[in-house]
């Protein structure tokens, strides 16, 4: 099988070929037996989207993933999400973004209480770090069994993982609950793990689900909209959060709210199964899961563990990002309210109305931004951009005295433009049937990323205050952050460099697809659904004008160009890179974790 080299397809348009004239037409038509339903296949035809997945494996020399299921075979399955009405789309679309708001609401509270916990439960930064990477921990492998259970059960399957995770959430927020109003550490820990458990999952899980639904057409829209739901959830949990604790006196009950929160999102569950109950969805899948056959085999998508090593080498460069970018964005949230209360010597509830500002931005900036990537592209343009302003807050905040308001600001600008880029550009990057396990491949990397950076962040902060010498305790606090931030500025550049790394792939590899616009998008799009079809005629009729082997080929370039083409060869060397870093993760955290027993030591005053 042709493994031709995509960028050469960049002067070749599929769609302006010669084709055959109208005397070879009409001879085929008179000559070609009338097809039905009993008559055999091809000899040499791929027996179904998953055999041609492993064509190797079925006669074939390699394993070149075959758009069928999307652009032809399984076009029914398009139209049910695709093609659905315009309001059930925003009821999907409601009660998705409704179901983890207490996760977003819980994160940002701990986050911001990390100073009135530490003095409560009398534990230092590491052991907080350890509190926080608990959740993380669980979900650098969970959000992937969430993307694939997304992938392989089709609706009805969604929506009984969707119920499952909401009560483990709900299960988890009430002993995170019970662990801040005892002041008891491994209370807290346990909760934040079974919290975790969920938390993860039911992100990838409605990423995974929007995907579906909305696909090619309103994803960054979408996308947008998620992000200005969760920053917005973020923005008031932070705000709230301290003039809750002075109001009530007690430090446990902006985690009491978080835990209401979780609860509605269960009930919200409740809602989802019901709407898509009542207009009969799952009924009409399960139809078009049922007819939607060809030679007695079904066109439901199975999934493999062979597809990770036949994943293209354009898409690992999202974890790499999530990796690197991600965590440095994740894990400066979770910090963010004690570090302008330490360097900038201001009170607690000012830092929290300061630190809030780091979810301002994407609030207005993450729908528009949508509306843009969707329109003009430019995603890689836009993720450049997003790292060099995060280059530029983070200098700003830890170089300079400028108000922090400032340096926040600016650090939520590049929060509401690098999401949004690396969320709409997964599922760009693979066949549609693989989006939820993207979305759960980024969404480990991003947890394992933040697992690694939290517990070292922790670590930097007891080194730099507990030095030994307590006449210079207050210059120390002052000055906790100074390692942090260089860890974080060093992150950043690295970002830098990855996504100039990315652009060149993409546009080597894919002539540019993710900096292409809607018109040429859907130019790209229909030109794939024309070579698939004229595959189709050249296999059925011999002497269709094209050979077969011919008209693979330009299937292939057509589905390079579209970023839906797998890799042609195993290649192990991107998991074992993934999974080097997801080692990595758990021997820091349980490192971490254990010190206080090989140590010997309970927590620092």
């Known amino acids: 099988m042709s493994n031709t080299d995509p960028a050469s397809s960049s002067n070749h348009d599929p769609l302006q070929r010669d084709q055959p004239n109208e005397k070879q037409l009409r001879l085929n038509r008179d000559t070609a037996p ?12 791929p027996d179904s989207i998953h055999e041609d997945l492993f ?17 032809s075979s399984n076009r029914t399955e398009e139209d049910l999400f695709v093609k659905a009405s315009w309001q059930l789309k925003v009821l999907i679309l409601i009660c998705m973004l409704a179901l983890p708001v207490g996760c977003h609401y819980l994160e940002a509270t701990v986050g911001t209480l990390k100073t009135a916990i530490k003095s409560n439960m009398h534990i230092n930064n590491t052991q907080f770090g350890i509190l926080v990477s608990a959740v993380t921990l669980v979900n650098t492998v969970l959000p992937l069994f969430a993307g694939i259970f997304i992938d392989d059960l089709s609706s009805l399957g969604s929506i009984r993982g969707t119920t499952l995770v909401s009560v483990v959430i709900f299960i988890g927020s009430m002993l995170v609950s019970l662990g801040s109003m005892r002041n008891s550490y491994p209370i807290m820990v346990t909760g934040q793990v079974i919290y975790g458990l969920g938390g993860g999952m039911i992100v990838t899980m409605q990423e995974g689900v929007l995907s579906r639904w909305f696909r090619d057409r309103e994803l960054a829209i979408v996308i947008g909209i998620v992000l200005c739901v969760a920053r917005l959830t973020k923005w008031a949990a932070k705000m709230v959060c301290y003039p809750i604790v002075y109001s009530s006196g007690s430090h446990s009950w902006p985690i009491h709210v978080a835990t209401i929160f979780c609860a509605a999102g269960v009930v919200m569950n409740v809602v989802y199964w019901m709407v898509i109950r009542r207009l009969s969805v799952l009924s009409q899948a399960g139809a078009t899961m049922t007819t939607a056959t060809r030679r007695g085999k079904s066109f439901r998508f199975k999934f493999s563990w062979k597809l990770f090593l036949y994943i293209p080498g354009t898409f690992w460069m999202i974890p790499w990002i999530q990796l690197i970018m991600s965590s440095v964005l994740s894990s400066f949230d979770d910090i963010a309210t004690e570090f302008v209360e330490f360097r900038f010597q201001t009170t607690s ?16 900036v993450a729908p528009i931004m949508g509306i843009v990537i969707h329109r003009f592209g430019k995603r890689l343009t836009t993720l450049f951009v997003a790292t060099l302003v995060l280059v530029t807050s983070i200098t700003i905040l830890s170089h300079t005295w400028a108000v922090p308001a400032a340096g926040m600001i600016i650090f939520s600008l590049a929060l509401a433009l690098g999401p949004v880029s690396v969320l709409s550009s997964t599922s760009m990057l693979l066949p549609h049937e693989l989006a939820g396990t993207g979305m759960g491949l980024h969404k480990c990397a991003n947890n394992i990323g933040t697992t690694i950076v939290a517990v070292l962040v922790g670590y930097v902060q007891d080194l730099t205050y507990h030095d030994g010498n307590s006449a210079d305790d207050h210059k120390d606090l002052q000055n906790e952050y100074n390692g942090v931030m260089i860890l974080y500025l060093v992150m950043a550049c690295c970002s830098t460099l990855v996504v100039g790394i990315f652009w060149l792939m993409d546009r080597k590899l894919l002539s540019g697809w993710l900096q292409a616009d809607k018109a040429e998008r859907d130019r790209r799009l229909e030109s794939a659904k024309h070579e698939q079809d004229e595959e189709d005629r050249a296999v059925r009729y011999p002497y269709y004008g094209i050979s077969p082997e011919e008209q693979e080929k330009r299937r292939n370039e057509a589905l390079q160009r579209i970023g839906s083409r797998m890799r042609t060869k195993k290649s192990y060397a991107y998991v074992a890179f993934y999974g080097f870093w997801f080692i990595v993760a758990w021997v820091v955290f349980f490192t971490f974790a254990l010190m206080p027993v090989y140590q010997n030591y309970t927590s620092y005053s």
């Open 34 to 45: 009338e097809e039905s339903s009993e008559q055999p296949p091809p000899r040499n035809a």
């Open 55 to 71: 064509y190797g494996e079925n006669g074939g020399e390699s394993a070149i993933y075959s758009k069928e299921a999307t652009l």
């Open 349 to 364: 509830i000012m830092a929290g109305y300061q630190s809030s500002l780091t979810q301002v931005v994407p609030i207005v």
